[in-house]
């Protein structure tokens, strides 16, 4: 009977020892969901604005282009305005960028690849990073120095492509 007696008080004492983790856990976790809420709400009213460009110099990679576009393989925007800047590249030196892998890359490089330079790969992942293109579709429109004069995610707004109309 003993043993009987000291079986329950473990076993209670066990499932009190688990109900204080649980708690511990529980308010750790409630915690973490507040902070990540914080850290969500926060970066919701940071979107990219591509404006931040203006100004910076194009790499090497780039030189000689004035209308450079950036793309991605993972993005349906993306596929949806290449055969716009396909058409405004065709009037100026022009440069597509197209990340990611697969297929893909293929069909873009086919909608822009006929009137512009295309980069793609490792240097195309590279460029996008030099320049801080976080958005895609991205286009810029370069100086004659090869400062980016402006930029914006819709072809439409650059001024020159605008006015070209």
């Known amino acids: 009977m003993p043993f009987l007696v000291a079986a329950v ?12 983790l649980g708690l511990g856990v529980l308010r750790r976790l409630r ?17 990219y604005d591509p404006a931040v460009l203006v100004g910076r110099a194009l790499p090497e990679a780039a030189a ?9 393989v993972g993005c349906s925007t993306c596929h ?6 396909a058409e405004a590249a065709g009037k100026q030196p022009a440069l597509a ?8 890359v293929d069909d873009l490089v086919a909608m822009v690849g006929g009137v512009s330079s295309v980069i793609t790969g490792e240097e195309a992942a590279r460029l996008t990073h030099d320049l801080g293109v976080e958005a895609f579709p991205t286009f810029l429109w370069a100086d004659q120095e090869g400062t980016v004069a402006a930029a914006h995610t819709e072809l439409s707004e650059l001024p020159v492509v605008a006015t070209a109309r």
Do not use: I
């Open 64 to 72: 000689g282009a004035r209308l450079v576009g950036f793309f991605d």
């Open 31 to 47: 915690e973490h969901t507040a902070e990540l809420a914080r850290l969500n709400e926060r970066s919701m009213f940071m979107p």
């Open 80 to 85: 949806e305005r290449a055969p716009q800047f």
């Open 97 to 104: 960028v197209v990340t990611g892998d697969g297929a893909k």
């Open 9 to 20: 008080v473990f076993v209670g004492l066990l499932c009190l020892f688990n109900l204080v």
